[in-house]
Antibody, heavy 117, light 106 residues
Framework: EVHLVESGGVAVQPGGSLRLSCAASGFTFDDYAMHWVRQGPGKGLEWVSFINWEGDRATYADSVRGRFTIFRDNSESSLYLQMNSLRDEDTALYFCVKGNDNYMDVWGKGTTVTVSS | SYDLTQPLSVSVALGQTATITCGGD??????VHWYQEKPGQAPVLVIY???NRPSGIPERFSGSNSGNTATLTITEAQVGDEADYYCQVWDFNRGAFGGGTKLTVL
């Protein structure tokens, strides 16, 4: 069974940095692209970032480009999101999501990031 | 970014058919995917590439896509179908979600 388990979400002050991790199991990790998707309190889903299977191509939402970096370690079946210059509006539940073609077929339960002074 | 428009809420009587729309410019030329999110749970893919159901999703869930509107249809609606539903497309190497529709089964 496919499992995605996120970790690393904590409370941080504006301007701070954080790294989220996602441990994947139950599938051949380096065969698939991966995404990060977030959901602010009481809000809808917002796509954040994509990385291809090889890890050499990534794309970002305008709201995070230049501040967030997605990367992966296929040897460890792990996905990461380095988040810098955090803002209040980055407060959200962050989901690690397995990509399949251009849809997202398996979601983790998420990890909560709170940005507040 | 590509804008997707969904109604905030849809209500359906128990056992009847619910229709949730997702509007976008020439969305019919794109692949549309749908996700169901229940409170406190991770989203679940219910329709991919306009009209395909993943394994484990009931046949009551179906989708279509043409022109400027994609549609998720749920027949014989059950209380367990109450959830938020999101459409999604991939546009110029970026993901885009609709704002979500809250389905209430009366």
């Amino acid at each position: 069974e496919v499992h995605l388990v996120e970790s690393g979400g904590v409370a941080v002050q504006p301007g701070g940095s954080l790294r989220l991790s996602c441990a994947a199991s139950g599938f051949t990790f380096d065969d698939y692209a991966m995404h990060w998707v977030r959901q602010g309190p009481g809000k809808g889903l917002e796509w954040v970032s994509f990385i291809n299977w090889e890890g050499d191509r990534a794309t970002y939402a305008d709201s995070v480009r230049g501040r967030f970096t997605i990367f992966r370690d296929n040897s460890e079946s792990s996905l990461y999101l380095q988040m810098n210059s955090l803002r209040d509006e980055d407060t959200a539940l962050y989901f690690c999501v397995k990509g399949n073609d251009n849809y997202m077929d398996v979601w983790g339960k998420g990890t909560t990031v709170t940005v507040s002074s | 970014s590509y804008d997707l428009t969904q109604p905030l809420s849809v209500s359906v009587a128990l056992g009847q058919t619910a229709t949730i729309t997702c509007g976008g410019d020439d969305i019919g030329s794109k692949n549309v995917h749908w996700y169901q999110e229940k409170p406190g749970q991770a989203p679940v893919l219910v329709i991919y590439r306009d009209s395909n159901r993943p394994s484990g999703i009931p046949e009551r869930f179906s989708g279509s896509n043409s022109g400027n509107t994609a549609t998720l249809t749920i027949t014989e609606a059950q209380v367990g179908d109450e959830a938020d539903y999101y459409c999604q497309v991939w546009d110029f190497n970026r993901g885009a979600f609709g704002g979500g529709t809250k389905l209430t089964v009366l």
